[in-house]
């Protein structure tokens, strides 16, 4: 089974659920604000993704940050951030039988509806 890992109010979580729902893919969605997120969850994807892949630096979630969390990051460090911080998290992740993927673009989606076609 296919889960999909955001939050339901993210403009790109959006995207990617409208796309899955359009292209008839099953799928559990999996909303860290609604089922939750912790350091657990966070460091397997980082096992498979990185945590710098993960770590979101662009957003008003980041800034809002003191200067002291944002100086000296590591892997445990970033972990914690996001885990106490879940926007802080790159949305979305995706995770189909110990396979992850990060983000949803419309120009992956053929490579997306392969890799989750027996989802």
Known sequence: MLTLYGIKNCDTVKKARKWLEGADIDYHF???RKDGIDAELIAGFAAHL???SLLNTRGTTWRKLDDADRQD????????????????????????D??????????????IRAWAADA
Do not use: C
């Open 30 to 32: 999996h909303d860290y």
């Open 73 to 96: 990051v590591d892997e445990a460090k970033a972990i914690e951030l996001m885990a106490a911080n879940d926007a802080l998290v790159k949305r979305p992740v995706w995770q189909k």
């Open 50 to 52: 990185s945590w710098e």
């Open 98 to 111: 110990g396979e992850f993927r990060l983000g949803f673009a419309a120009k992956d989606a053929d490579e």
